[in-house]
């Protein structure tokens, strides 16, 4: 059994911000051809990057060295209906273990909102949804394994290497190579959602409220304006509904929003009122959609986007946003495109995790890129990351930041006991690469 390498290909993520050349790109089918690859960068002393979906906003996945695809290892191992656990192969898609599950009459318990993602890559940069009571999806990961650079598959969970386990739930993808990851599931379960208008007043005045309605609350600023639409979704055993109407203005809506994003390129001073016409044309009526929870938690990312999410202490949340709300007032030429996203996410005990012991609350900003073109973000990136900063956050690791080693020193508490169990892994540095070198050196 020989793995076989493929020169001359081009990754790019998703959103097409990111792009590299690995020498060399594998596509393993089982453990032995990965051992085989990681064999093989020893022997040249080349760098590996693995990568699953390639969602990820940054650079985290791009290598020039061997970069190995997951995604021929993609099984469902064992499903263990007493403990409602699964243990999967670590490039499986969530969209695919999602149907899995459901026909075991399992779930998980909060996904996010991509699912073209794999399991090793979703827990590896600390993907999270929202929920107060519910943590990044990390935390319902009991037990996986990797592979280190040595070529030793390492077993971890929070009775067998708790340390590296606390390490390889938020990995980064510099430990080594995930092979499996267990989660711990839930019993099927339906949602209801339910959106309705509101402003941006009244949410924060009621923060506390509103957290306590809703398991699973949420809410989108439209920059520019004071228009706010609270999204709530709750367990339910009413039978499921389809918005079908709504979701289909809601898409003819989108392609408008892209061609009008497009000519304020050229008018930036238009995206305010863009912001303030896209509330009115959608978001002003009270809508309610009940299905399967993972048909609730996954919709598609539509339009190509730059995006940046902090998560911040939960306390600061008021403050954070009204800052930024008052720089965008101050600064009428700073365009902020719509929406901003505000969620909600339990403490954990993770040492690389956003959320390492406070309870966090996340802002996500986003820049569409209609057909693909660039539009400046640069005033708005960095005044941002200014307040995110002054209040305390963290950025999300999969996304795009300046912080460095000196910043996340400060940020993480657990920083140099993750550090320290990377340098003993992989003390080649054999899974770096130059987005990770920004973190650790």
């Given at each position: 059994?020989?793995?076989?390498?493929?020169?001359?290909?081009?990754?790019?993520n998703?959103?097409?911000?990111?792009?590299?050349?690995?020498?060399?790109?594998?596509?393993?089918?089982?453990?032995?051809?990965?051992?085989?690859v990681?064999?093989?960068?020893?022997?040249?002393?080349?760098?590996?990057?693995a990568?699953?979906?390639?969602?990820?906003?940054?650079?985290?996945?791009?290598?020039?060295?061997?970069?190995?695809?997951?995604?021929?290892?993609?099984?469902?191992?064992?499903?263990?209906?007493?403990?409602?656990?699964?243990?999967?192969?670590?490039?499986?898609?969530?969209?695919?273990?999602?149907?899995?599950?459901?026909?075991?009459?399992?779930?998980?318990?909060?996904?996010?909102?991509?699912?073209?993602?794999?399991?090793?890559?979703?827990?590896?940069?600390?993907?999270?949804?929202?929920?107060?009571?519910h943590?990044?999806?990390?935390?319902?990961?009991?037990a996986?394994?990797?592979?280190?650079?040595?070529?030793?598959?390492?077993?971890?969970?929070?009775?067998?290497?708790?340390?590296?386990?606390?390490?390889?739930?938020?990995?980064?993808?510099?430990?080594?190579?995930?092979?499996?990851?267990?989660?711990?599931?839930?019993?099927?379960?339906?949602?209801?959602?339910?959106?309705?208008?509101?402003?941006?007043?009244?949410?924060?005045?009621?923060l506390?409220?509103?957290?306590?309605?809703?398991?699973?609350?949420?809410?989108?600023?439209?920059?520019?304006?004071?228009?706010?639409?609270?999204?709530?979704?709750?367990?339910?055993?009413?039978?499921?509904?389809?918005?079908a109407?709504?979701?289909?203005?809601?898409?003819?809506?989108?392609?408008?929003?892209?061609?009008?994003?497009?000519?304020?390129?050229?008018?930036?001073?238009?995206?305010?009122?863009?912001?303030?016409?896209?509330?009115?044309?959608?978001?002003?009526?009270?809508?309610?959609?009940?299905?399967?929870?993972?048909?609730?938690?996954?919709?598609?990312?539509?339009?190509?986007?730059?995006?940046?999410?902090?998560?911040?202490?939960?306390?600061k949340?008021?403050e954070?946003?009204?800052?930024?709300?008052?720089?965008?007032?101050?600064?009428?030429?700073?365009?902020?495109?719509?929406?901003?996203?505000?969620?909600?996410?339990?403490?954990?005990?993770?040492?690389?995790?956003?959320?390492f012991?406070?309870?966090?609350?996340?802002?996500?900003?986003?820049?569409?890129?209609?057909?693909?073109?660039?539009?400046?973000?640069?005033?708005?990136?960095?005044?941002?990351?200014?307040?995110?900063?002054?209040?305390?956050?963290?950025?999300?690791?999969?996304?795009?930041?300046?912080?460095?080693?000196?910043?996340?020193?400060?940020?993480?508490?657990?920083f140099?006991?993750?550090c320290?169990?990377?340098?003993?892994?992989?003390?080649?540095?054999?899974?770096?690469?130059a987005?990770?070198?920004?973190?650790?050196?």
């Amino acid at each position: 059994m020989t793995v076989h390498g493929q020169k001359g290909f081009k990754f790019q993520n998703w959103a097409k911000t990111y792009g590299c050349y690995p020498e060399m790109y594998f596509q393993p089918t089982c453990v032995e051809e990965v051992r085989q690859v990681l064999d093989l960068a020893r022997q040249q002393n080349k760098r590996v990057k693995a990568v699953g979906g390639g969602h990820s906003p940054s650079d985290i996945a791009c290598t020039d060295g061997f970069m190995i695809h997951m995604g021929k290892m993609n099984r469902i191992l064992k499903v263990d209906k007493e403990k409602r656990q699964v243990t999967v192969e670590a490039g499986i898609l969530l969209m695919d273990l999602n149907v899995e599950l459901s026909k075991h009459g399992l779930a998980l318990s909060n996904l996010g909102a991509v699912a073209d993602v794999t399991a090793a890559g979703v827990i590896g940069t600390g993907t999270h949804n929202t929920g107060i009571k519910h943590g990044i999806l990390a935390t319902q990961v009991v037990a996986l394994s990797l592979l280190t650079a040595g070529g030793t598959i390492m077993e971890c969970s929070e009775t067998n290497n708790e340390d590296l386990f606390k390490a390889s739930q938020v990995h980064l993808g510099c430990l080594g190579i995930i092979l499996t990851v267990t989660f711990q599931c839930v019993p099927k379960y339906h949602l209801q959602e339910i959106s309705f208008p509101s402003t941006f007043k009244e949410v924060l005045d009621n923060l506390d409220s509103h957290l306590k309605k809703s398991e699973y609350f949420r809410f989108l600023w439209f920059p520019h304006s004071e228009n706010v639409t609270v999204i709530y979704q709750d367990h339910t055993n009413k039978p499921p509904i389809s918005a079908a109407n709504w979701f289909w203005d809601y898409a003819i809506g989108f392609y408008l929003l892209e061609f009008l994003l497009w000519i304020s390129t050229f008018l930036p001073r238009l995206v305010h009122w863009i912001n303030r016409f896209f509330f009115w044309l959608l978001f002003t009526s009270k809508v309610e959609n009940r299905d399967l929870s993972y048909k609730i938690f996954n919709f598609e990312c539509r339009f190509k986007q730059y995006v940046q999410d902090w998560a911040i202490p939960i306390e600061k949340t008021v403050e954070a946003l009204t800052e930024l709300k008052t720089l965008l007032e101050n600064n009428p030429h700073v365009v902020a495109h719509f929406p901003v996203e505000i969620r909600f996410v339990k403490g954990d005990n993770i040492l690389l995790s956003p959320c390492f012991q406070r309870d966090s609350c996340y802002v996500n900003i986003i820049i569409y890129r209609p057909y693909g073109k660039e539009v400046p973000r640069l005033d708005y990136w960095l005044g941002y990351e200014r307040i995110m900063k002054k209040v305390g956050g963290r950025p999300h690791w999969a996304k795009a930041h300046t912080c460095t080693r000196k910043d996340f020193e400060k940020m993480y508490p657990g920083f140099q006991k993750f550090c320290a169990i990377r340098e003993k892994l992989d003390p080649t540095g054999m899974f770096l690469n130059a987005c990770l070198e920004k973190v650790f050196y």
